[in-house]
């Protein structure tokens, strides 16, 4: 029979990567895994981080550069590109006739009655503690008293309430999503130059909330948030859009310095982007496995990324990147991914128990992690290492062909050439053996 007790072998014929979610894509459609026998995350993220990073408070607003002690990203590792630090000069941002385009005045927000000029004495100083009062029950998830404080805050003239109320409208927090009220609180915020709202209205027009999708008039909005400030959101699109030639021209290197320039500013998911151009390399900027593996430990750390942290465990299970192998800190990389219900993590976490690597060796806990890599993806790899599982008889697992037949034919489904090749092996065998058994009934089915 065509199989092999080896459980590493024939992992070339894991056709289908493309496994964690309809949001991510392969950088270069030529790229090919470099790191055998593990499930690396090498697909760009475009998901954003969590609706409470655009939250912004006084202090952030005063200092959009400001980034704490403890998250600060100390390494030159991501290294200057090349390209000019003078970006294009952003286009004159015109003016569109959507139906979210209109002429705002004090008079058009009527929820709240927002002003365009903050009050001098007791009203602005009222206008801060409302402020503050509101993040404080943001914090706490007392999303409808933070709104209550917001709109307090907003009516008496602090656009950094506008901006926060924008970002619960966006996402939702605790209120009821509403697009176009977002937008015209991104939009005031905007003629106050509040480089975090000019990103927002970027994203909505990037992906098209609310408002008419537009890449150019995206463009024009992270550019300009990057203009009056620093807008790390806004700099990580810039950096993907040049990258995947969305809405402009493929320029790598102004995709790599835009990227560069979000990574300064610890934005998670363009540490995570740019640790992958280094795991994989790309034609202007070679591999550079020291440089991610850098990259990963910072976002893994610090920023609790369980992309990160998959990949830094795939390193350290490998030796890779000037990394000592060391199993025992791959395992511990991978549980913390798994609980995060990564599947990539969940496999990598499974090959550790099949082969006790870093871990007592465990079949039963290998093929819980498994199963739970397949539930929420189309993990061919995973399918066939539960099959191998089931095939081979050993004390701790009992053999069932029927199961083994099964999930032989699952993998095949998702493009596993060598799955398709067992299970055919498989199933005449069975056939042969006029195996009439119920369960072997229901696997044909």
Request: glycine share 6%; charged share 20%; with cysteine.
């Amino acid at each position: 029979m065509p199989v092999s007790n080896n459980a590493f072998q024939n992992n070339n014929v894991h056709t289908n990567l493309n496994h964690t979610g309809n949001n991510r894509r392969c950088i270069f459609d030529n790229w090919k895994r470099t790191i055998a026998n593990w499930c690396p995350c090498a697909k760009r993220r475009y998901e954003r981080t969590h609706g409470n990073y655009f939250i912004i408070r006084p202090d952030e607003a005063l200092d959009p550069e400001k980034v704490s002690e403890k998250t600060s990203l100390k390494s030159n590792h991501y290294r200057d590109s090349g390209a000019s630090h003078d970006e294009e000069k952003e286009p004159f941002l015109r003016s569109h006739t959507g139906r979210n385009q209109q002429t705002y005045n004090e008079n058009t927000l009527a929820d709240p009655p927002f002003t365009s000029n903050a009050m001098e004495g007791d009203t602005e100083k009222q206008a801060a503690y409302f402020l503050q009062k509101g993040l404080e029950a943001f914090d706490n998830s007392q999303f409808k008293k933070a709104e209550s404080f917001y709109n307090d805050s907003a009516s008496l003239g602090n656009i950094i309430a506008v901006h926060n109320l924008g970002t619960m409208y966006l996402y939702g927090q605790g209120i009821q999503k509403n697009a176009e009220k977002a937008h015209e609180c991104f939009l005031l915020c905007s003629r106050h130059e509040v480089a975090a709202s000019m990103g927002q209205l970027g994203y909505m027009y990037m992906y098209g909330k609310g408002v008419d999708q537009s890449y150019d008039t995206a463009k024009e909005w992270f550019l300009r948030a990057n203009k009056v400030g620093k807008d790390a959101y806004s700099q990580f699109q810039l950096g993907c859009m040049y990258l995947e030639g969305i809405g402009t021209p493929v320029n790598s290197k102004k995709g790599f310095y835009w990227l560069c320039k979000s990574v300064k500013s610890n934005y998670l998911p363009a540490i995570y982007n740019l640790g992958v151009l280094f795991m994989t390399g790309m034609p202007e900027f070679p591999q550079d496995l020291l440089a991610a593996a850098v990259l990963f430990e910072h976002a893994a750390n610090f920023g609790d990324d369980p992309y990160s942290q998959n990949n830094l465990g795939v390193l350290y299970a490998t030796g890779e990147g000037n990394l000592r192998q060391d199993y025992k800190k791959a395992f511990k990389y991978f549980k913390s991914a798994s609980e995060k219900e990564l599947t990539e993590a969940q496999f990598n976490l499974g090959e550790c128990y099949n082969n006790g690597y870093g871990i007592d060796k465990d079949l039963t806990s290998a093929a819980e992690y498994y199963y739970l890599a397949t539930k929420n993806s189309d993990n061919s790899l995973a399918e066939f290492r539960l099959a191998q599982l089931f095939l081979y008889s050993e004390a701790t697992f009992k053999q069932d062909l029927s199961m083994a037949l099964y999930w032989f034919g699952r993998s095949a489904q998702h493009r596993n050439e060598m799955a398709l090749t067992n299970y055919t092996a498989l199933k005449t065998l069975l056939e042969a053996n006029k195996d009439t058994s119920p369960e072997f009934q229901k696997s044909r089915i």
